[in-house]
């Protein structure tokens, strides 16, 4: 008994590999109805079905949204405050709040804040850059950008346990099956 | 040439038929890692190297003497640097289009010719840049374009187009630069787990930032890649508007006319689509990548080719169609100065070049030939080079006063920098192709049919 309750630290999930992406879902399933809740599924591309057989959310829209407007608030306010508050020249009577020519401006402010911060959004919500990570160390894992698909059960699932992850995952159509230590 | 199988009735393939996601994967990358790289390479970055050495020096005398070196003169004060910068800009704007307007149009075909397009944009920006930093006279006070808080207490004219020109190009630059790394990311871990040797494998480690195609990261990926997508999509629309708006705003006849942003767009939606096709016709031939840009790929762009250039013909058409039904004499005056005045031949052979010879794109047999597209996309780049010529040229030496009229004659200098620039981006492009996957692995990946299964297959109960 303490000798699995060694292996149960030493251990960072339970990696299978499958030849594609349906028997990876059938693997999927198969481990959430044995009640497993965290695990990650690495694939060659991006698939939808997985993703969403796994629930995720993704906040990064709202964050696009948010960095668009801060953008343009900043664009407008820039010029706003150099026109009319900082330096007013006085041109003839025009008027120093000429908002149409500061539309330009103002959009180009927009796009830029909202692509930096769809980029940079996207990295730190997947914590990158992060150059390594403990599922490297599994043997075979670089064919997961090549044309595997993986799933790992992590060991931090609630009802995780090393023999029983692989019980679960043994029973389905893998090509292989290995413990990923922890670092 | 092994070109797509064209068999009786068929359209030809977008991706050659037998292929599956370990041959897509390693037939990209095998071109960066292992493949000896083909002596055309070294010819062609030997040829780059030269021209960017034209492009050092003309920089170098420049800087030494300052702007009189070049041609211009008072009243044609924007030479071939602003023809240039605006001919290179429009190039770089099909790279985006293809990127990021047909990745919403959901054209899959996009797919094999997005990446190296991109590469493209980026580069072409990078060369259009260099002429009105130059241009400005004291490229070294180049900064002064930019708000910030000063001694001076000042702000640049935000009411001016050169200065939203400033916002717009370099907004480009960025954009075009995190929508071209972002796409590379994935393709850079392929390239990390196949690497051989430890330092390529550090480097490209590096520039992955530890990608490992987790479902959770591939699902945000994707959300960031399709917002850039739409962020880049006007974005490419308003900075030719705005470059378009540099001319539209003065009062110089034959620039101040409200056709000029439509005009300037689909001209540079034609110009890069036609650079596009200079680039992917040798390129596939020579690394053997005709499966994956297809005959029908040439099609489909000399198709857009032909489109845009139609609508650059009814600006064309309009300009002179103004001129007439205007009945404003300045107007009258400076088409009939470009169809018979001192730059006569360049109207001519602008009109020759690109509103005559697209016209053979409308038979099937020219556009499934490699060689006449070729040709044709040469003579386009060409053609959209003097259109420029004859906007900023032809306008500028005869406004309103003729006691205020001069001729332009580029000098060496000019033409030494122009040509340097193609030594830059041939440079920029050839160390690209050598060393980052030129077609992006991944989405061909959703290309193949098991691929094409595995992600569209619904959710099971």
């Known amino acids: ?183 | 040439m092994s070109q797509a199988p064209q068999t009786s009735g068929e359209k030809p393939e977008f991706i050659a038929p037998g292929h599956t996601l370990s041959t897509v994967s390693d037939k990209i990358t095998k071109i960066v890692l292992t493949r000896e790289t083909p002596r055309g390479w070294y010819l062609g970055f030997g040829i780059a190297f030269l021209l960017l050495m034209v492009l050092v020096s003309s920089i170098g005398v420049l800087l030494l003497k300052g702007i009189g070196v070049w041609g211009i003169n008072v009243p044609v004060g924007w030479g071939l640097a602003i023809i240039n910068f605006v001919w290179w800009i429009g190039i770089g704007h099909a790279g985006t289009l293809i990127s990021a307007i047909l990745l919403l149009f959901r054209q899959d075909w996009r797919t094999s010719i997005n990446r190296f397009a991109e590469a493209m944009t980026l580069f072409a920006v990078a060369c259009a840049g260099i002429f009105p930093l130059l241009h400005v006279g004291r490229p070294w006070l180049a900064y002064w374009l930019l708000p910030y808080p000063n001694t001076m207490s000042l702000f640049p004219q935000f009411r001016s187009p050169l200065l939203w020109d400033v916002f717009a190009v370099s907004t480009y630059a960025t954009v075009s630069a995190l929508f071209w790394y972002v796409g590379l990311i994935p393709d850079l871990a392929s390239l990390r787990d196949r690497a051989k040797s430890k330092p390529w494998k550090i480097l490209y480690g590096i520039g992955a930032m530890g990608w490992r195609g987790a479902t959770r990261h591939w699902e945000r990926y994707e959300t960031a890649y399709l917002l850039l997508a739409g962020l880049a999509t006007p974005l490419v629309i308003s900075v030719h508007t705005v470059v378009s708006f540099d001319f539209a705003v003065s009062v110089i006849p034959g620039w101040h006319a409200t056709i000029m942003p439509p005009y300037f767009v689909a001209g540079a939606i034609y110009s890069g689509f036609a650079m596009v096709l200079t680039l992917a016709i040798p390129l596939r031939k020579i690394y053997g990548l005709e499966d994956f840009i297809t005959v029908r790929h040439l099609q489909n762009m000399a198709k857009i080719v032909l489109a845009t250039g139609m609508i650059v013909c009814y600006g064309y058409a309009m300009e002179a169609f103004f001129a007439w039904y205007s009945a404003n004499p300045y107007e009258e005056a400076m088409i009939t100065n470009r169809m018979t005045g001192p730059y006569a031949w360049s109207y001519w052979m602008l009109l020759a070049c690109n509103a005559a010879t697209p016209q053979l794109l409308w038979f099937k047999k020219v556009r499934s030939s490699t060689a006449w597209l070729f040709v044709i996309a040469l003579i386009v780049n060409v053609g959209m080079w003097l259109e420029r010529f004859v906007i900023v040229v032809t306008s500028l030496s005869r406004d309103y006063l003729p006691s205020s009229w001069d001729t332009y004659t580029p000098t060496k200098w000019d033409w030494g920098l122009y040509v340097g620039t193609f030594g830059l981006f041939l440079a920029l492009l050839l160390l690209f192709i050598r060393f980052l996957p030129m077609i992006s692995i991944f989405e061909m990946r959703t290309m193949v049919p098991a691929g094409d299964e595995a992600q569209k297959k619904e959710p099971h109960a």
């Open chain 1, 1 to 183: 008994m303490s000798q699995a309750h060694v292996e149960k630290h030493r251990c960072f999930g339970v990696l299978a590999e499958y030849p594609d992406g349906a028997e990876l879902m059938k693997g999927i399933q198969k481990a959430q109805a044995d009640g497993f809740t965290k695990m990650e599924a690495y694939t060659p591309l991006p698939m939808h079905d997985i993703a969403h057989q796994l629930g995720y959310k993704n906040p990064l829209p709202l964050l696009v949204l948010i960095g668009g407007l801060v953008g343009a608030s900043v664009g407008f306010g820039m010029q706003y405050y150099a026109s009319v508050v900082h330096y007013p020249v006085n041109i003839g009577g025009r008027p120093l709040n000429s908002w149409p020519s500061f539309i330009p401006v103002t959009f180009e402010m927009t796009i830029l804040f909202a692509a930096l911060t769809a980029v940079l959004g996207m990295l730190a919500l997947n914590g990158l850059p992060r150059p390594h990570h403990p599922v490297f160390s599994a043997e075979g894992f670089e064919l997961a950008s090549r044309n595997r698909f993986f799933l790992l059960i992590l060991h931090y699932d609630p009802v995780f346990d090393a023999d029983k992850a692989w019980r679960t995952l043994e029973g389905t159509q893998k090509l292989s099956l290995q413990e990923v230590p922890h670092p």
